[in-house]
Each structure stands twice: as structure tokens, then as C-alpha cells.
């Protein structure tokens, strides 16, 4: 959905950042959290799960803003495949901010382990109690992981790429603060 | 529509330089996090591999503590935990548990009799769906203070270097008063007579949010008969899954959990560390198991004891260990579910 704004909306803009910061912590607690068996294990394992929640409702509601609000068109002389690039990365994006929460929801409730988020507050299990669902669940977990990390590397470069070598107004369009509109400043 | 560059501009190396060096920074980071760059960070993937004899694991099978029983059965709180928790467990009452009598040994084909410690997983349940997971032993303190020195204690005693453990020893000279209950004789004819030490410390919280330093107990009812290993062993490989199923069938068999709270200035960061005898302790209920159930398909087949699944009310302390057996159950579990086919399920299949 394309619409002739040149920046996308203030309610869009502040979860994609609040987001960036989000995932990205989640992801070195991931990869953190595997690797040690200091007291850190405990305190990451603790932040990882409500994190993980956290991203999930900001997620969906960054996907109901998408809709409501759509996006700013690309610009017309954007190279197809660059285009194409474009407009998939922000369905992977997408796919996997819901995705990984409810992978690693559905993979605990596999292996009996309780969902708590804090205190005594847990979620409910989603999925019965099974060794070959939990390993599906939790190599797509790992693999995903991976994958998102890579895939937010690239974006980053591409954001990069469009700011200061094609100097194209893609950044300006979810760039944070009041800045002036990009269209109006040529 | 946003407009674009009218005309190309000159070509300039230093984004892209500045691309490199934000995408590379961010992969090292990334890379460090993981553990990829310090060789010498004991990993769960380490301790873990550390416990597998030196064919390999038994795949399918827990890594350590391979051999066990399940059975169910029940927590009754007599609410004297109340003054120390607000763990809902502790509340008069009577919770179903879910638990395992173990081996500690990473063979799940090992004799009885070559076995010395003796280990009990739980899973207690409270109606609001907390739960308390606890895997304790029969041992009254734990061979190491921390988990390094039990990875070194892997090393060494897996070590074809006559001089490993001697060395061990030196560095670790806890391990010492560890020893005498290792080498003692006096061991028990049945699960039902062991008592089970969680060893590692927890803090209690109370409803005022005070934390009292604590470790638990279960103390058997059953009268404790002692036996040498060598009389264990004539009775047959597998003599405490087949006693423990008969003398449960015929009765069921009781537990007094018991709560030792430390005094000021106990160690609470060291389980090989025991405390004084004069310490205050409360018999907070009775844990019953009354039915015991084949492993195989078994309700506890499946079940990480993990002992850092607490309910509100109890806290990991100080104590390294919690949070190093957790990273390495999560391990042990992630391994041996993905190698479910290797593990002997019964022929009917796969439980409901």
C-alpha cells in the first residue's frame, strides 16, 4: 500500500525506532544467553521472554498503523531489482517480528516449560508437550535469529546507501524527529 | 513523488568505507555476544559436552542424570512455609507433582550399584499454573563451589594424566570433605530411603518482600537400611526402579520437606559449603509419591528439571550453580529432544 506521503506518519515512525532498539538488544540477548552459564544466563532468560512479548504487540501494532496509514511511494527512478528488494525486505521484516515471538512461545510451551514474563504472570501454553515440535520450533528459533540479524545488516547498509550515496529521500522517510518535509526542500 | 538527483554525482569512496565498517562493527559485536571470539568462555555447549563419557552421550538420553523413574503424586503444605514465602505452594493445601528418581550418570544403562549419588527431579504445580521445579541429590554437599571447578573436576577425572586429579584436588581442596560421603559404604537399599538435598542456596520472599537465605531438604519417612554396594549389586542391575515400583505399589511413600534458613554470614554461594547443624529449620509439608511410572513414555520423560523455574516467592541467591545447570539442562534438552528417535520409546508409540 503506497500512498504520495514522502515520510511515513509519526505513529509509524516512533515504533520503528522504538523497535530497532528492541530487536536488536533481543537478538545479542539471544546469542548471549546460549553462550554462558554465568548468573547473566538468569537476568538475560528473565529480559528475553517479556522482551519477546513486547516486540510481538508492537509488531502487530506497527502492521495495523501499515495498513491504516500505508507508505510513502519509492522513488520512480529506483532500479527494479532495488524496488523489488525494497518492498520483500519489508514483508520478511515484517514476517519475522511476528514470527519470532510466537516461534519462541510455541517452542517453550512445547518442551513444558511455563511462559513467565514476571512475577507470577505467565501465558498459557500454545502447543501440546512434544520433543519433534520442539525441535522444529527451536531450530527455526536459532536459524531465524541468524537470518533477522543479517537482515537488519543489510537494511542498515541500504539505509546508508540511500542517505549518502543516492541521496534519494528513502531514509528521510522514517528518519526520526520534525524534519522538514523532503519533497518541499528541493 | 520524491524527486531524485538530476544528474549522477561523482563517485565517493568513503560510504561506502563507512557501510563496511558499521555492518562489520556490528558482526563483530554480534559475533562476541555469541562466544565465537573467546575460545575460553565456558559455554553450555562445554559443560555439557564435558559430562559425556568418552563414546559420546547416550542420544535421546538426558546428559547427566540418565537414568530414572517417574512417578506422580502429591505436595501437602502445611502452611509453616508461609512465614518465609509467598509461594503459593506454601499455602495449606495439596499440589500434584510430577517427579523423577535418578542416577547420576550420563548412562542410562549404568548398574545401580556402580552409582553413588542418587537424584530426585520435582515439579510441583499450584492451581494458578506456577510452578517449582527442583532437582536435588542424596549427597549432603555439593564435590565443588563452583561451576568452573566442577568443569575442571570433568576434565581432570576424564584425563588420561595420572596427575589430572591430583592436580584437581590441589586447586580444589573442597573436594576433599566431599570425599568421605563419596567413599562411604553406607549406602541405601531404596529411593524411598534416600533424603534429597537441593544443595544450592534460594532466597525465600515474603509477603513483605523480605528474602530469607534458604536450602531445602526432603527427608525420607521410610526407615533407612544400609547396604554395600557390593550386596546392591547382587540384587541386580536395575533393583531400585524394581523396588521403588513394588514398594510404592504397596503404599504410598513420604517425604518431609524441610527449609534450612541460614544465619548471617552463611555461605550461600558455595554448595560445597555446609551449613551448621544448629541452623533454623521448618518442616513446611509432605511430599507423597504415589504411583510410579515407567520413564518411557512416562510424565516426566519430558520434563527439564531445571531448578531456576520458581514461582513468585523464590529466588535464585548468589549461588553460581542455578544458572549454570539451567544453561546446561536447556542444552541437555535441546539436545536429546532432537535425537528423539534414538530414545527407546515403548512400541505402542508416542504417550496421549
Redesign the interface.
Known amino acids: 500500500m503506497t500512498t ?1 506521503r ?1 515520510r511515513f506518519t509519526a505513529p509509524q515512525r516512533l515504533p520503528h525506532w522504538l523497535m530497532a532498539i528492541c530487536i536488536l538488544s533481543m ?2 540477548i539471544g ?12 537476568t538475560l ?1 528473565q529480559i528475553h521472554k517479556p522482551l519477546g512479548i513486547a516486540i510481538l504487540v508492537l509488531a502487530l501494532i506497527r502492521l495495523t498503523l501499515r495498513i491504516i496509514y500505508g507508505a ?2 519509492l ?4 532500479p527494479e531489482p532495488i524496488k523489488l528488494a525494497a518492498i520483500s525486505s519489508q514483508y520478511i521484516f515484517y514476517i519475522l517480528m511476528i514470527a519470532m515471538p510466537l516461534i519462541g512461545w510455541a517452542m517453550l510451551s512445547a ?4 511462559v ?1 514474563l514476571f ?2 504472570v ?1 501465558l ?1 501454553s500454545i502447543l501440546p ?4 515440535l ?2 522444529l520450533l ?2 527455526a528459533h536459532h536459524y531465524l535469529a541468524f537470518a533477522f ?1 543479517a537482515f537488519i ?1 543489510m537494511h ?2 541500504a539505509m ?2 540511500h542517505k ?7 531514509f528521510e522517510t522514517m528518519a526520526p524527529g520534525s524534519t522538514h518535509d ?2 518541499e526542500s ?1 | 513523488m520524491v524527486p531524485s538527483p538530476a544528474s549522477p554525482k561523482p563517485f565517493r569512496l568513503w560510504p561506502f568505507v563507512l557501510i563496511a565498517a558499521v555492518v562489520g562493527i556490528a558482526a563483530v559485536g554480534f559475533a562476541y555476544t555469541a562466544g565465537w571470539l573467546s575460545p575460553n568462555r565456558l559455554t553450555p555447549k562445554k559443560l555439557v559436552a564435558g559430562l559425556a563419557p568418552p563414546g559420546g552421550p547416550a542420544l535421546g538420553h538426558r546428559r547427566n542424570h540418565a537414568k530414572g523413574i517417574c512417578f506422580t503424586g502429591t505436595f501437602e503444605a502445611n502452611g509453616e512455609g508461609s512465614s518465609l514465602s509467598k509461594a503459593p505452594v506454601f499455602v495449606r493445601g495439596q499440589y500434584p507433582i510430577v517427579g523423577r528418581f535418578n542416577l547420576g550418570t550420563p548412562n542410562p544403562n549404568a548398574e545401580d550399584a556402580m552409582v553413588r549419588v542418587r537424584g530426585l527431579g520435582i515439579l510441583i504445580t499450584t492451581p494458578d499454573g506456577q510452578e517449582w521445579r527442583s532437582a536435588m541429590i542424596n549427597a549432603p554437599i555439593f564435590p565443588v563451589s563452583n561451576p568452573q571447578a566442577f568443569y575442571d573436576l570433568l576434565t581432570a577425572s576424564a584425563s588420561k594424566d595420572p596427575d589430572a586429579m591430583k592436580n584437581f584436588i590441589a586447586a580444589n581442596p573442597g573436594f576433599l570433605t566431599f570425599l568421605p560421603w563419596a567413599k562411604s559404604d553406607q549406602w541405601t537399599e531404596s529411593y524411598a530411603e534416600e533424603p534429597y538435598n537441593s544443595l544450592n542456596s534460594f532466597l525465600f520472599v515474603d509477603e513483605s518482600g523480605a528474602k530469607h537465605p534458604i536450602r531445602w531438604s526432603l527427608i525420607p519417612a521410610a526407615q533407612l537400611v544400609s547396604i554395600s554396594p557390593a550386596d546392591l549389586a547382587k540384587r541386580g542391575p536395575d533393583y531400585l526402579e524394581q523396588e521403588i515400583t513394588q514398594r510404592v505399589a504397596a503404599g504410598p511413600q513420604h517425604w518431609n520437606l524441610m527449609v534450612t534458613v541460614a544465619n548471617p554470614g552463611d555461605p550461600t554461594a558455595d554448595p560445597n559449603k555446609a551449613w551448621p547443624a544448629d541452623r533454623r529449620t521448618i518442616n513446611v509439608g509432605t511430599m507423597t509419591v504415589q504411583q510410579i511410572e515407567p520413564e518411557r513414555d512416562g510424565p516426566c520423560r519430558d520434563i527439564n528439571f531445571d531448578p531456576t523455574v520458581l514461582p513468585a516467592g523464590i529466588t535464585t541467591s548468589d549461588d553460581p550453580f542455578p544458572a549454570a545447570r539451567s544453561a546446561a539442562y536447556s542444552r541437555s534438552y535441546n539436545s536429546r529432544t532432537a535425537e528423539e528417535a534414538d530414545y527407546p520409546r515403548n512400541a505402542t508409540g508416542a504417550r496421549q
Open positions: 504520495s514522502t537478538l545479542f546469542v548471549g544467553m546460549v553462550s554462558t552459564i554465568t548468573s547473566k544466563y538468569l532468560v510513502p511511494s522513488p520512480a527512478d529506483l518442551a513444558a516449560y511455563p513467565v512475577g507470577s505467565h498459557p508437550v512434544n520433543p519433534s520442539h525441535t527451536w531450530r540479524f545488516l542498515v547498509a546508508i546507501f549518502l550515496i543516492r541521496n534519494d529521500g528513502i523532503y519533497s528541493k
